[in-house]
């Protein structure tokens, strides 16, 4: 992952592209949550994290993948939800943002897991309305690619969360944010490489017409 989030960032570079930079962020935030999950967030690129600073990370880790999955959906979305989304659910979902990291930044990692989840929750279904929303009027392949991501971090984390109240240790393994990591992120790179694919052609159909008028 950190390998194809600095592929991601030279492509951005090059192409200037700002939802690439967007991606690559999103990638390396992926794969610390996956980290956080299976146990060895305490590392980073074969160094120790110093004890002080691993549950200040934590929960910048929590709050950077839940602020940029939504700054990715807007980028992504962003023709779509100027047409289609209720300006109601947007607004719920970018308050969410501001309330996670704003918990991230105040309150101890003790105190911040059972508002987070309250709040992303709300968040997440206020997105999974809208992207249903999109699906059901344009049949978008970004939309469903995108769905598809977002419903794996989701059934990943809930089986988690829902595993380890119940006391069921031997079904954490199974599925996780480990493997959620990486199928998500090939999710969402189909999203986003549709969607460019999008632009470039309506790139292209836009010069083609303006070379028609002027001849």
């Known amino acids: 992952l950190i390998v194809l989030a600095l592929f991601v960032l030279v492509t951005a570079i090059i192409n200037r592209e700002w939802m690439y ?6 990638l390396v935030a992926n794969l610390r949550l996956g980290a956080l999950s299976a146990g060895w ?13 691993v549950a200040l990370m934590r929960k910048l880790t929590i709050a950077a993948y839940y602020t940029l999955t939504y ?7 962003g023709e779509d939800l100027r047409q289609i989304a209720p300006t109601r659910l947007l607004n719920v979902a970018q308050w969410t943002c501001l309330l996670i990291i704003g918990y991230a930044l105040v309150l101890p990692f003790r105190l911040f897991l059972q508002p987070m989840w309250l709040t992303a929750a709300t968040g997440v279904l206020a997105l999974v309305l809208i992207l249903l ?17 977002l419903g794996i971090a989701i ?19 199974t599925v996780n944010s480990v493997t959620a990591a990486l199928s998500s992120s090939l999710m969402a790179a189909f999203a986003i490489a549709e969607q460019m694919r999008l632009e ?9 017409e303006l070379h028609n008028t002027y001849e």
């Open 41 to 53: 967030d305490t590392q980073w690129l074969e160094r120790s994290i110093p004890p002080d600073w």
């Open 133 to 149: 929303q999109i699906l059901h009027e344009t049949r978008s392949k970004v939309a469903m690619w995108y769905g598809a991501s």
């Open 200 to 208: 470039r052609e309506a790139r292209v159909k836009a010069q083609t």
């Open 21 to 26: 930079v967007l991606f690559a962020a999103w």
């Open 71 to 77: 700054a990715l959906f807007r980028r992504l979305f």
């Open 155 to 173: 059934f990943a984390n809930l089986y988690e969360v829902i595993s380890a109240a119940l006391g069921l240790k031997g079904l954490i393994g």
